[in-house]
């Protein structure tokens, strides 16, 4: 299992980082296969695996639930796991037993938590007690309703500055690394450049240290629509759809099962249960 001082020489030896998202133990497993460097529990969760319009709803024990699903998936893959909506601002105690909820019921090896500003202090804070953190910058989904919307951030040179500045205080706070979603290259770029600790981005361009994205998003599985950043590497959704498909028919015109998949009783007790 790689850990946080191995993604800082990635970043320096210019090795790219592939994060993917898991929210269950089968994927888990497949993402553990192919030997992505990290395994984000993100809280997209409460989108594309619990069916929310938002990840607003997504709790404490949702996050705890399908973190120890991944961590059965993926023993030896580094887990990160998000801290949901408002479990990281009621309270320093509060977000203490959170994050230690999150490391030692569920088994996460980090936590990531949106947000600059009065975040940072948590940051530092959760460092100083041994919790390994993740930033995340830019678009920053739990803040949805008072960005008011799904929108590109840092677009214009003083909010990309601002942004800029809100990175160096995320690294000096300890973050090991940053997630940029949802800005601009050019953005990304010097924010990749001017930290020592890796970017991760998603919907920030190729200049970023490393790229994570939505599974769901990624091989097209149960989603309809999309952002522009997403790639798709596979239809999954397709692969379903075809499976059970045959699975329906062949169930309706007796066509499965087959004699193959069929258990049988020896010949004298057919006899002795039939006559
Ligand atoms: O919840 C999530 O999946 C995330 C990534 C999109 C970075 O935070
Ligand atoms: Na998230």
Redesign the pocket.
């Known amino acids: 299992m790689k850990n946080t001082a191995d993604f800082l020489t990635m970043k320096k030896n210019n090795e790219k980082i592939a994060?993917i998202?898991a929210y269950d133990f089968p994927t888990a497993k497949y993402v553990e296969e192919v030997k992505a460097d990290l395994i984000?529990v993100?809280?997209?969760?409460g989108m594309v695996a619990l069916g929310y319009d938002s990840?607003i709803p997504v709790t404490m024990d949702d996050m705890i639930h399908h973190t120890k699903a991944v961590k059965r998936g993926a023993k030896d893959t580094f887990i990160v796991t998000?801290m949901p909506f408002m479990s990281y601002h009621v309270s320093f105690e509060n977000t203490m037993e959170n994050a230690k909820r999150i490391i030692q019921e569920a088994g996460a090896n980090a936590v990531?938590v949106?947000g600059g500003g009065e975040v940072i202090p948590i940051i530092k804070k959760l460092t100083m007690a041994g919790v390994p953190v993740i930033g995340?910058l830019g678009l920053t989904?739990q803040s949805v309703g008072v960005i008011g919307g799904y929108k590109v951030q840092g677009r214009d040179a003083e909010s990309a500055n601002a942004l800029i500045e809100e990175a160096k205080k995320i690294e000096a706070a300890g973050a090991f690394a940053l997630?940029l979603?949802c800005v601009p290259q050019e953005v990304a770029k010097k924010v990749s450049e001017v930290l020592a600790i890796p970017t991760?981005g998603?919907g920030a361009g190729l200049q970023t240290d490393g790229q994570?994205?939505?599974i769901n998003d990624l091989l097209s599985y149960g989603v309809e629509r999309v952002p522009k950043f997403v790639k798709k590497f596979a239809n999954v959704g397709q692969v379903f759809v075809s499976g059970l498909q045959a699975y329906v028919d062949d169930v309706k015109k007796e066509a499965f099962p087959e004699q193959e998949h069929t258990y049988k009783m020896k010949e004298d007790q057919i006899e002795a249960l039939y006559g």
């Open positions: 994060m998202t984000l993100g809280d997209s969760l990840t998000d990531k949106e995340h989904p997630v979603e991760i998603i994570v994205l939505v």
